[in-house]
């Protein structure tokens, strides 16, 4: 392969990253890929993934030897498996839980020890101070070593991480402990088990603070490498709905194959109780379809011959043949599951400001313990006072709970939205919920089922097989429902109809031709008034009748004279009275986007419950609409479905795409609903917000823990062992409160 034909393959390359301890440590693999001439390179710390953007497939391993290089794991992801992720991630927890178990098992009888010999001085035995370094030793050592191998790794390459901290914090108290124990000197107060000040003979046990430190440290490190497992299991969940294997009719017997080899055109048998294995056609059988987990829709839906279905849902009491459609990345199940991860890619304008802060934090808060300590030293205070002042600000500013506070939200939420059928596209979508405050309702196809009917036809003149005639060789080429819906109403009478000549399309009012050698016009009454088509009054009464009902008109010229009217119905979906209500509950202002006349829309906006209506917009106005709102100071979520609403989508705050539009409509939302029930815009809305609400409260609890704390340190009001416990909580504490979003977004009133 030329360069030339490699650099025209570059392409996004996924890594699993392993080895990562902080976010500094995903700054800095981020840093290095960034080195490689042409890329841009994206590590999620709360993921453990790279990504890096336009490299050339050949180039691929030379990412890996750079994340190598840097002191990490790294492999090119694979996204049929993650079992090297997963792997690496259990082999974490399993030595942080064993280093863990050896640390407590050790740390409680050397502070039993320190703290009897601390008050009963004449307890004290010949080389108790040894024995209590033995008990320390393999806790700051052992036990310890994740946190020192992470910083003379970074040491290596002159960086400095939340590792650091840690392990400048235990070295400093078991070194200090040693030489003031081993040497006999005096070195003033100091602390012991965290409050007070040690008894005269054992003020230089700093064994306990160095002992307990470690120990607080693995289990925050450890109950928030368990908890980030769980939070990646939410979103990992929706890859492994796929069935493994298919059973497929194959010269004319069954045999079972991995899902994988299927091709399209094949017919697979899914049996009662048997997950469909990819996306199809119903040939053969009836039955009711569990689409709970792919979909979110609790109740099961009926499908027979005919019928579309989604690999992932489940059959639950019927045998079906089914005629494969969709494999592989082409699935909806799998486009649902690329753009789950790729919401992890996207970093929102918060994470991007919290990375910089990291990078630049912790060298910070070493110099700043470093400056407490001497200052402390030169105002006369002891040197145990000195240092213990010193190694609680080195501590408890670690900012491991800043660094989580952003991606373990954004995780739990994409997961959770998929859940319910609604896929974040990324983070930068949280944030513009936030601000919502009106929703914008796309009529056709969104709020309605999209799938026109005739109503019922009034012949103005001439004969009535004529106009229907006339009226089909018009629309007959045309993909639009209302085309489709007037075909299928004139040939259900039995009439085929002509061919049209010259056709064109009038986009949002009509379309126009000739057929026989006579001009023939249809479409919107607006139409007819622009291309001056006289409409008597009698006509005109007909259309405001239908119009009042909340009928679409569509009005049929012949030689420039009105032959026929045709009222259209297309049925509200059933969930959409129940959408907007919910939608109002949350406090927002919704409206109703139509190219239906005013009065039609003002009929469906009634029934509905929406208050403000914007009808007679043409597909190219719809942004416009948008903008319009925009500058009157709102911010405006766009819900649409068709290729006409992908502009408005775009222009939108928050665009929201009903999955079953167009894909143009998909690739411009921000948001995609999946689910059929139009209750998913509001659980959509409830859930961003709560999201948002979830990301803001962690970083506020970072950003305020740290900030009070640092300050308590150095006055010194904080003993290093509390320091310890309060820094590893702060980091479980954010993790736990983002599972929370596990149960967020539904509602069912």
Partial sequence: MTA??????????????????????????????????????????????A????????????????????????????????????????????????RLAVAAILTIPLMDLTIFLALVPEMRFA?????????????????????????????????????????????????WACVTLLTGFDPGDGYWLGFGTTPAGANSVYL?????????????????????????????????????????????????????????????????????????????GRAAIDTASVTGEPVPTEVRSGDAVVGGTIDTDGRLVVEVTAVGAHTQLAQMTALAEQAQERKARIQRLVDRIVSWFVPVVIALAIVVGLAWAFSGASANRAIGVAIAVLIIACPCALGLATPTALMVGVGRGASLGVLVRGQDAFEASGGIDTVVLDKTGTLTAGEMSVDHIEIVTGERADALRYAAAIELGSEHAIAQAIVTAVRDEGIEPNVADELSVMSGLGAQGTVNGSPVLIGSPRLMAEQGIDIADSVAQII????????????????????????????????????????HKLGLRVVLLTGDHERAAQA??????????????????????????????????????????????????????????????????????????????????????????????????????????????????????????AMSLSSVLVVTNSLRLRKAGSDRG
């Fill in 4 to 49: 030339v034909q490699d650099r025209q393959q570059a392409t996004d390359v996924e890594l699993n990253i392993g080895g990562m301890t902080c976010a500094a440590c995903a700054r800095r693999v981020e840093r290095a890929l960034n080195k490689m001439d042409g890329v841009r390179a994206s590590v999620n710390y709360a993921t453990e993934r």
């Fill in 51 to 98: 990504v890096v953007t336009g490299l050339e497939p050949s180039r691929a391993q030379q990412a890996v030897d750079l994340v190598v290089k840097a002191g990490y794991e790294a492999r090119v992801r694979d996204e049929s498996e993650d079992e090297w992720s997963e792997a690496s991630t259990r082999r974490r927890i399993t030595s942080l839980r064993r």
């Fill in 127 to 175: 080389g108790w101070e040894l024995l209590a370094i033995a008990l320390a030793l393999p806790v700051v050592t052992w036990c310890a070593w994740p946190f020192h191998r992470a910083t003379f790794r970074n040491l290596r390459f002159g960086m400095v991480s939340m590792d650091t901290l840690v392990s400048l914090g235990i070295i400093a108290s078991f070194g």
């Fill in 208 to 284: 306990d603070v160095a002992a307990g430190m470690t120990t607080f440290q693995l289990a925050g490190r450890y109950f928030e490498t368990r908890s980030r497992r769980r939070a990646a299991d939410v979103l990992d969940a929706l890859g492994k709905l796929a069935a493994p294997y298919a059973r497929v009719v194959r010269d004319g017997a069954e045999v079972v194959v991995p899902t994988g080899k299927l091709v399209l055109g094949e017919r697979i048998i899914v049996l009662p109780g048997e997950t469909i294995p990819t996306d199809g056609t119903v040939v053969e």
């Fill in 544 to 583: 405001s009748t239908e119009q009042d009902a909340g009928r679409t008109v569509v009005v049929l010229a012949v030689d420039g004279q009105v032959t026929a009217i045709f009222a259209l119905t297309d049925a509200l979906k059933p969930s959409a009275a129940k959408a907007v209500r919910q939608l």
């Fill in 604 to 725: 469906v906006a009634q029934q509905l419950g929406i208050d403000e209506v914007r009808a007679d917009v043409l597909p190219a106005q719809k942004a416009e609409v948008i903008s319009a709102l925009q500058a009157d100071g709102r911010s405006v979520a766009m819900v649409g479905d068709g290729i006409n609403d992908a502009a408005a989508l775009a222009q939108a705050d928050l665009g929201m795409a009903v999955a079953t539009g167009t894909d143009i409509a998909l690739r411009s939302a921000d948001i995609i609903l999946v689910r059929d029930r139009l209750t998913v815009i509001p659980d959509a809305i409830r859930l961003s917000r709560a999201t948002l609400r979830t990301i803001r409260g962690n970083l506020v609890w970072a950003f305020g823990y740290n900030i009070a704390a640092i300050p308590i340190a150095a006055a010194g009001l904080l003993n290093p062992l509390i320091a310890a416990a």
